[in-house]
């Protein structure tokens, strides 16, 4: 009986916290590689948040809170699994997404011939 509590709890507590559920599936031969990706996103989001905070004239604390709240919230609550920060990675995920999709086969416009 305990252990249905604890399967539904735990379900309940992924639909509220989506990111969760990616944990507990985690793989820990991935953690170096996401380690290595962290500092390359961090090397660039941290600068940018801080120039940011120059521009809207409020102390740098509050550009490096933006840099590093917003991407740990969205890895938490949203359950996709590709995230993006800024223009340009927004456009190299849709490029991604769409290469995969050829790949695939799925929307390549190929057109049968009767």
Request: glycine fraction near 10%; aromatic fraction near 10%.
């Amino acid at each position: 009986m305990g252990r249905v509590r604890s399967v539904k709890r735990m379900r309940r507590l992924t639909g509220l916290i989506p990111g969760l559920a990616t944990l507990t599936r985690y793989d820990r031969r991935w953690l170096s590689r996401d380690v290595l990706a962290g500092i390359s996103v961090a090397a660039i989001a941290l600068p940018v948040g801080l120039a940011y905070a120059d521009l809207a004239g409020v102390p740098a604390i509050i550009g490096i809170y933006s840099a590093i709240f917003p991407p740990l919230a969205y890895a938490l609550f949203f359950a996709f699994y590709l995230q993006t920060s800024g223009r340009a990675g927004l456009v190299a995920t849709l490029l991604l997404v769409s290469f995969w999709h050829r790949s695939a086969g799925i929307g390549s416009g190929a057109r049968h011939r009767s």
